[in-house]
C-alpha cells in the first residue's frame, strides 16, 4: 500500500480506472488492525491500486472528501466514487466488489 504524501497526487489515484484509498490518522488503533484485515482481502489483487492517506497531514482531503471518521475506505472507478466504507469496515463487501470490478 502507497502513501499518498501530497494534495496533487490524490485526483490522479481519483481518476484512475480503479484504486482503492484508506483515510486514516497517525494515532487510530482501529486503522492499522484494519489495514492488516485489508491486505489480506487485497493481496490476491495484483491489478489493484492501494493507498493510504493520513487525513491530518493533507487536511483539505478531509474537507473535500467529506470524511467524518477514521478509518475510512473509499474506491474509485473512473473519477467516480464507487464505495465508501467508515469506521465499521465490511471486508466481505468491499471483496465483492473488487473481484466484480476486475473480473
Partial sequence: MK???????IKAIQDAE???VVAK????????SINEHLASTI???????TYQIFVDDI??????????????VLIYADGKELLRESRFINTQKINRLIQAYLD
Avoid: M, W
Fill in 18 to 20: 480503479f484504486s482503492l
Fill in 59 to 72: 487536511d483539505q482531503f478531509r474537507g473535500e472528501a467529506v470524511i467524518f471518521s477514521v478509518p475510512t
Fill in 43 to 49: 493481496d490476491n489483487f495484483s491489478d489493484l491500486n
Fill in 3 to 9: 502513501t499518498i504524501e501530497s494534495y496533487d497526487d
Fill in 25 to 32: 490518522t497517525h494515532t487510530c488503533g482501529t486503522c492499522k
